[in-house]
C-alpha cells in the first residue's frame, strides 16, 4: 500500500523560499516518476516539477530557475525547493507517484497536499 505524505507548505512573504517534502511508504524510490502538482483556487491541477527514475528533472515555464525538485531515496523522500516565491506560487502542492515510467495521472498515487501562500 503506497502513501504519500505532505509537509513543509506555510504562509512567506514574497521573495522568500520553502522547501516542501513528501515522505512515501510503500513506494521504491529507485523506480519510477514522481510529480509537484499544484492548484490554486479556482483554477485546475498544474504540474510544476518531474522527476524521473535516474533522477532526470524537468519544469513548468512558470518555476524554471526558481523551484529545484530532488529525491532522497534512503530517505524515501521527495522534495520541492523553492526560492523567489511570488503571489502566484499561491496553491495547495500535491506529489504524486506513478511505479513506472512515465508519469501517467490514472495510474499515480496522490497525496493530500501541503498549502503554500505568499
Known amino acids: 500500500h503506497v502513501q504519500l505524505v505532505e509537509s513543509g507548505g506555510d504562509s512567506v512573504q514574497a521573495g522568500g523560499s520553502l522547501r516542501l517534502s513528501c515522505a512515501a511508504s510503500g513506494y521504491t524510490f529507485s523506480s519510477g516518476c514522481m510529480v509537484w502538482f499544484r492548484q490554486a483556487p479556482g483554477k485546475g491541477r498544474e504540474g510544476v516539477a518531474a522527476i524521473d527514475n535516474a533522477g532526470g528533472a524537468t519544469y513548468t515555464y512558470a518555476v524554471q530557475g526558481r523551484f529545484t525538485i530532488s529525491k532522497d531515496s534512503a530517505k524515501n523522500t521527495l522534495y520541492l525547493q523553492m526560492n523567489s516565491l511570488n503571489p502566484e506560487d499561491t496553491a495547495m502542492y500535491i506529489c504524486?507517484?506513478?511505479?513506472?515510467?512515465?508519469?501517467?495521472?490514472?495510474?499515480?498515487?496522490w497525496g493530500q497536499g501541503t498549502q503554500v501562500t505568499v
Open positions: 504524486a507517484a506513478d511505479l513506472r515510467c512515465p508519469f501517467k495521472k490514472d495510474d499515480a498515487i
